[in-house]
């Protein structure tokens, strides 16, 4: 382990001039992801500024949507009344989510700045862009099993290994960021970045910022489900996932939200897919040809071509689960 400072911090506006002080400082909640990073060699911050004590714990909502502190922890927003009321996505999403005891510590800020979990990523002795900017890819043309479908580069072709912010996307939510210069929104869309050429960034959180909360805003959904696909049942990464949210009358869709997790660098938006759903009746052959549109762009690698097959199904049983 390599030597670091630890510091506490009580409010956000001290984590934040923390953290603005010292470009090699990183904060620290649950810590379930960066201290394996830590533990590897993967990363080694020069400071750990801890925002347990922080006052960012509640789940609260109004008729604009619900707001979930980012240190409120994975099983706790999975197991709050009004997620399992208002948004059953995304408690499914949660609980899909790597084990009972990480999901104990690890909190909702966490879980949406989590890096991928490709293994050259972790194995120091690999080439990797993500870890060291022009080192090379190792998954490149390694055993990309893993790795992404949409959106690579010829630089990383990572996937964001979460579940939560598949079903966050496909709710539209919204990242509360405090900064230097106050508080911000970015659209969960536009919050994950795709990997171009610089892949060591995995999103647009500038220096000093800090995820104080995420915003669910109301919606009309009446369906949904979230499907993942993986290689055993628990603790695993997802394959393939697929987060559906629609609003049916009348057996017919008036609107809908896709997603995709394990297929791309960022929470993969089925746009074309939510477009062509719209008015549409609720049968096998409408879902089958959604799913047909959903991967029609796909790209794979050597070892990932299974995905395009998997991902077609998988897009099929959700809409048939969040309609039944
Ligand atoms: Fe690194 Fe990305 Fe290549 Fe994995 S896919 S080795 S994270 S550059």
Redesign the pocket.
Same mark, same amino acid.
């Given at each position: 382990m390599i030597n670091f400072e630890y510091t506490r911090v009580n409010s956000a506006k001290a984590a934040v001039a923390a953290k603005s002080k010292n470009v090699a400082a990183q904060f620290i909640a649950g810590g379930t992801n960066l201290v394996d990073l830590m533990k590897k060699g993967v990363t080694a911050p020069q400071r750990l500024i801890d925002i347990n004590a922080l006052p960012l714990k509640d789940i609260s909502s109004d008729a604009k949507g619900l707001s979930i502190g980012t240190l409120v922890p994975n099983s706790v927003a999975a197991e709050n009344k009004l997620v399992l009321e208002k948004y059953p996505l995304l408690a499914m999403a949660l609980n899909a989510g790597a084990s009972a005891q990480l999901r104990n510590m690890a909190t909702v800020g966490g879980n949406i700045m989590q890096r991928?979990r %490709?293994?050259?990523?972790y194995d120091i002795t &690999?080439? %990797?862009? +993500?870890?060291i900017p022009q080192s090379?890819?190792? !998954? &490149?043309e390694?055993y990309?099993r893993m790795? !992404?479908i949409f959106g690579?580069s010829d +630089?990383?072709? !990572?996937v964001h290994p979460s579940d939560m912010c598949v079903a966050l996307a496909a709710l539209n939510a919204t990242v509360v960021i405090s900064g230097t210069k106050g508080e911000k929104k970015i659209p969960f869309a536009n919050f994950h970045r795709l990997?171009g050429d610089t892949?060591e960034l995995d999103n647009n959180l500038q220096t000093g910022e800090l995820i104080t909360a995420v915003h669910i805003p109301a919606n009309r959904f009446n369906r949904s489900y979230y499907l993942k696909v993986r290689d055993r049942l628990s603790y695993a990464f997802a394959l393939v996932s697929v987060a559906v949210a629609l609003e049916v009358t009348d057996g017919s869709i008036r609107s809908a939200s896709i997603a995709m997790g394990g297929v791309a660098h960022k929470p993969w938006r089925l746009t074309e897919v939510e477009k062509y759903l719209i008015g549409k009746s609720i049968t096998a052959n409408v879902f089958k040809e959604a799913a047909e549109i959903g991967m029609k762009n796909a790209k794979t690698y050597q070892h990932n071509q299974f995905k395009v097959k998997m991902g077609k199904s998988a897009i099929v049983e959700a809409l048939t689960k969040a309609t039944s």
């Amino acid at each position: 382990m390599i030597n670091f400072e630890y510091t506490r911090v009580n409010s956000a506006k001290a984590a934040v001039a923390a953290k603005s002080k010292n470009v090699a400082a990183q904060f620290i909640a649950g810590g379930t992801n960066l201290v394996d990073l830590m533990k590897k060699g993967v990363t080694a911050p020069q400071r750990l500024i801890d925002i347990n004590a922080l006052p960012l714990k509640d789940i609260s909502s109004d008729a604009k949507g619900l707001s979930i502190g980012t240190l409120v922890p994975n099983s706790v927003a999975a197991e709050n009344k009004l997620v399992l009321e208002k948004y059953p996505l995304l408690a499914m999403a949660l609980n899909a989510g790597a084990s009972a005891q990480l999901r104990n510590m690890a909190t909702v800020g966490g879980n949406i700045m989590q890096r991928t979990r %490709c293994p050259y990523f972790y194995d120091i002795t &690999m080439p %990797c862009n +993500k870890r060291i900017p022009q080192s090379g890819c190792g !998954a &490149m043309e390694g055993y990309n099993r893993m790795h !992404a479908i949409f959106g690579a580069s010829d +630089k990383c072709i !990572a996937v964001h290994p979460s579940d939560m912010c598949v079903a966050l996307a496909a709710l539209n939510a919204t990242v509360v960021i405090s900064g230097t210069k106050g508080e911000k929104k970015i659209p969960f869309a536009n919050f994950h970045r795709l990997p171009g050429d610089t892949p060591e960034l995995d999103n647009n959180l500038q220096t000093g910022e800090l995820i104080t909360a995420v915003h669910i805003p109301a919606n009309r959904f009446n369906r949904s489900y979230y499907l993942k696909v993986r290689d055993r049942l628990s603790y695993a990464f997802a394959l393939v996932s697929v987060a559906v949210a629609l609003e049916v009358t009348d057996g017919s869709i008036r609107s809908a939200s896709i997603a995709m997790g394990g297929v791309a660098h960022k929470p993969w938006r089925l746009t074309e897919v939510e477009k062509y759903l719209i008015g549409k009746s609720i049968t096998a052959n409408v879902f089958k040809e959604a799913a047909e549109i959903g991967m029609k762009n796909a790209k794979t690698y050597q070892h990932n071509q299974f995905k395009v097959k998997m991902g077609k199904s998988a897009i099929v049983e959700a809409l048939t689960k969040a309609t039944s």
